[in-house]
């Protein structure tokens, strides 16, 4: 309904500190919380500082799992994780599973090997951790230092991802990894990475390689043409063992993530409902494999795991319906349908000529864009050319790394052409990235 505000709300600001070369950081307050820790000189120890910034959903009242959001390699790309908890479809998966939503940024010089801080055996895991156990205190939720992790990595992160989950099979939901996975085996190519182990725990663990087509797949040269063969290595080696894990290859993508998030964010959905505990404390729950879908590797259509013909060990493994049919669309184009108009704004609020509202992302598809109206009319959209170099246009934007561009995305509008001292009536309307409106 149209909502008629003459309410002034007072607005609590928070000065922003400061990244160590004196980059600005984007301010922090619940439900945000953040912890910085500097490097260490101790053997083992963490070479670089790291921050990690948390999103915990309001209202909940006992998390029961943390969505870790990992940045890759480069002095960029760990600067693009300094907004990954202020992603809105992120926090939306978050929500749905009561999950916080946690964004490390490693603070990488450019030229130095980020194996230092990608390889956890170097520091990370143990700072990650403990990182945990601080946010728990400074949130006011203890459990946040022993549920479970559900991991999302870029390039390095998605070494790191797969580390962790080679590391703490029993504590891991599911991995997702974009464009990286950890090394099993040494490479004489790559002598300075050391391999890890692949514990029988880990087979029970979702994991899914995300490569982009022009990464050794159709693209056989260039910078990151290793990044397929190290892909199909890592998939062969669980898979045929049992592991549940999948190939999901960008169709459109280098490098970048492109459209990923669509995919992703449907495959940790199905992951984390069907595997957190059915209580907070609680054992991690099995993937259920009359639910699962296989594919061949260079097929492009799944089918039930029961009907597949060929060698399942050999197969991509899916974990339901759903997904696999998402996954299909995914392949093709990433253009997966979405028939669900996103959430409707709230709060709305005017004041003086400058309209406020508050909204959450489309689980599904994100969030482009909002209508404005006044008086019944649409006067602005928001932002007005939405754009993203990367994939489809987002209101908040698109780095890299998959996360949010600074200065982050405000949901304020200034009416510049309203009638001063009149009265209006005003509307937002949600637009998620497949074009479909709010109420």
Sequence with gaps: MPARIFLLRAIMTVLPIRFADGNDLPPVAPPYERVRYEASEEPGGLRFPVIHTAWIPPGVKTLRGVIVHQHGCGEGSCRSGLTGAFDLHWQALARKHDCALIAPSYEQPEKEDCQLWCDPRNGSDAVFQRCLADLAKKSGHPELATVPWALWGHSGGGHWSGGMLLTHPD??????????VPLLEADPKRPQIKPHDLPAAALAVPMMCNPGTKEGV??????????????ETFFKAVRSQGGLIGVAVDPLTAHECGNQRYMAIAWLDACLATRLPETSGGPLRAMPAEAAWLAAIDGTAAVPAAEYQGDPTQAIWLPNNAVAKAWQHYIADTAIPDTTAPPAPTNLRVTGNVVAWEAVADPESGLAAFIIERDGKRVATLPEKPA????RPLFQGLQYSDTPVQPLAAMTFTDAQAAADTPHDYRVIAVNTVGLESR
């Design 388 to 391: 993203n170099p990367f994939g």
């Design 218 to 231: 159709t693209v056989k040269d260039g910078r990151f043409a290793n990044v397929w063969p190290a892909n």
């Design 171 to 180: 504590r891991v939901v599911a991995a997702w990894l974009r464009s990286g």
